[in-house]
């Protein structure tokens, strides 16, 4: 049944890609044939297909095809085609490439002496660093003695839901436990939400400065960058308590983190009034992957230390990307 419902599928891609309707299906892939060939070695199955783009119809060059277990993988050529030969005990297959969401074929009987042509239909290449995405920031605020604070964000457009009331500008007073008080009420942070473009993983000659991460290990892996970040006990609480949840449904992920001047750059600036004696914005972006990705080149990144004094800020927020490089809709918290 899945062979035939991948098979539909592509006839229903196949006719629309003259008009590239915007109903086209992207990041699926079809077997468009699966023959018996005696020309093939006993307990062989042999794959071939191409890799192209929904709606460009370019080919994908230099894209990773694998079993999942990475013994037996090969690379798309200029034009997109590759031919894998497997094992007919293997019944997976997916296609990587850094700029491009994954694609798995899961469950496939491969038979012996077979030759299956499968292509992969992938979502159009986004320039790099053009991404939409979901996110989630809060602000802290603390003192040694109460003082007043205004905050002004050249983000404020895209503001959808901020508490307290974004009423241009956020007007509160700190205190040293870090209450934050506005209107009469008591607040714990500031919270907002929101839209924005051009949010995802920054790339530098296909290496990323990040981590990717066994979700095993979520809750040490938090507990212990966070703290070179410089967050306390309660803000790492808030952001694992958070982010722990919505990262441990997938087996790993691929983690970046943006502080600072990069958080002003990605998300926008913050005026604050009077000027903290120290700050720290720090944003975090993953994507969730069924399996650990060799073919990546992460690198670990160096954690400036941020050290506390006088009227301290502290920002974080995050977003979960669909893919590494798809866009998709984006919120702010």
């Known amino acids: 049944m899945k062979l035939v419902f991948n098979v539909i599928l592509a006839v229903s891609l196949l006719s ?166 506005s209107g009469g009420k008591s607040y714990p942070y500031i919270f907002w939400d929101g839209k924005k473009e051009g949010v995802g993983f920054q790339w530098e000659k296909d290496q990323l400065k990040g981590f990717q991460i066994n979700t095993d290990s979520t809750i040490s892996f938090f507990e212990n960058t966070l703290t070179k970040f410089g967050l306390n006990d309660r803000e790492s609480t808030d952001f694992i308590t958070y982010w722990g949840p919505r990262i441990t449904q997938y087996p790993f992920a691929l983690v970046q983190f943006f502080a600072d001047e990069k958080y002003d750059q990605m998300i926008g600036g913050l005026e604050v009034d009077p000027k903290p004696e120290s700050q720290r914005r720090l944003f975090m972006v993953f994507s969730g992957q069924e399996f650990y990705n060799e073919q990546l080149e992460v690198l670990e990144p160096e954690i400036t230390a941020f050290n506390r004094r006088g009227l301290t800020l502290l920002e974080w927020g995050g977003s979960e990307l669909e893919s590494m490089t798809e866009a998709i809709s984006f919120r702010h918290k």
């Open 16 to 181: 629309s890609f003259g008009a590239k309707a915007e109903s086209i299906l992207k990041d699926y892939y079809y077997v468009a044939s699966d023959e018996h060939k005696d020309s093939i070695k006993k307990g062989v199955c042999i794959i071939t297909g191409k890799v192209w783009e929904a709606y460009s119809e370019g080919p994908v060059a230099n894209a990773v095809i694998s079993t999942i277990d990475r013994s037996k993988r090969t690379n798309t050529d200029e034009n997109g085609v590759f031919t894998l030969t497997i094992s007919d005990k293997d019944s997976a297959v997916f296609f990587f490439h850094p700029k491009y969401k994954e694609i798995v074929c899961w469950s496939y009987d491969f038979k012996s002496q077979h030759l299956v042509t499968m292509n992969f239909i992938t979502s159009e290449k986004l320039p790099d660093g053009v991404i939409e995405v979901t996110e989630k920031p809060v602000i802290y605020l603390y003192s040694d003695e109460l003082t007043e604070v205004s905050l002004k964000a050249d983000f404020a457009a895209n503001i959808d839901f901020s508490y307290p009331v974004y009423n241009e500008g956020w007007k509160v007073v700190a205190g040293p436990g870090g209450s934050l008080q």
